[in-house]
């Protein structure tokens, strides 16, 4: 019975309609009707400024003056409206503008909340330390430069640059291509060719010599 005429326990998400919204929205609605306000006063100028016309045209020149009365006085009125919606417009903007300076300053707040928690974990003394550390090592590795750029002679400085220089030729004796032990098949059978032509050549040489002895014989 008490889950039936209980309230629901069922919690509404909060709106994200602040009264500022409200406010610049209710602005908003009274510039609209303002506006439509002074359109319906323009029209009924416009119609007081015809009938004028039309009565003076009719003789009816009292009818005429009672009309451009009429009508200055509804002109009064559309002069107060240019104002008052003057004072809307500026209203809503400086409401509008305020809820943009809110959020930047609560960004603000957020942030400087933010880097404070930062703040709070960086010690300076551990920081200080770290910094005396790191000068401390980089020191120290110049002083060991230095007594091995004293170590080293002249002479040993250009045995270093020469072995450099070797491992360097190996390096690239390594990745150069390896050219093949073995002859072509094509290259092969030309030299052959070639070795049976001299032999050819030769035997020819000595043939030709044996006649030339036999017949000076």
């Keep these: 019975m008490g889950a039936l005429f209980g309230k629901s326990s069922k919690k509404t998400a909060p709106s994200r309609i602040t009264e500022q919204d409200k406010a610049v929205l209710q602005l908003k609605q009274q510039r609209d009707r303002l506006k439509q306000y002074q359109k319906r006063i323009e029209l009924q100028l416009e119609n007081d400024r015809q009938l004028a016309k039309k009565c003076l045209q009719q003789g009816r020149k009292d009818r005429a003056k009672l009309l451009l009365r009429k009508k200055k006085y509804q002109e009064s009125l559309l002069t107060n409206a240019d104002k008052q919606l003057e004072n809307l417009e500026k209203l809503a903007a400086d409401l509008e503008f305020a809820q943009v300076e809110m959020k930047v ?29 790191t000068r401390e090592g980089i020191e120290k590795q110049q002083e060991i430069d230095a007594i091995l750029t004293d170590v080293l002679t ?63 014989a």
């Excluded at 603000?108 to 933010?114: F, T």
């Design 105 to 133: 300053l609560d960004g603000l707040k957020q942030g400087n909340a933010a880097l404070k928690k930062v703040h709070d974990m960086l010690d300076i003394n551990e920081v200080e330390k770290i910094m005396d550390e």
């Design 154 to 216: 002249t002479e040993d400085e250009e045995d270093v640059l020469a072995e450099l220089d070797a491992l360097e030729a190996e390096e690239q004796a390594v990745n150069l291509p390896s050219v093949p032990s073995e002859e072509l098949p094509a290259a092969a059978e030309e030299e052959a060719d070639e070795e049976e032509k001299e032999q050819t050549k030769a035997t020819k040489t000595a043939s030709s010599n044996a006649k030339k002895v036999l017949v000076e």
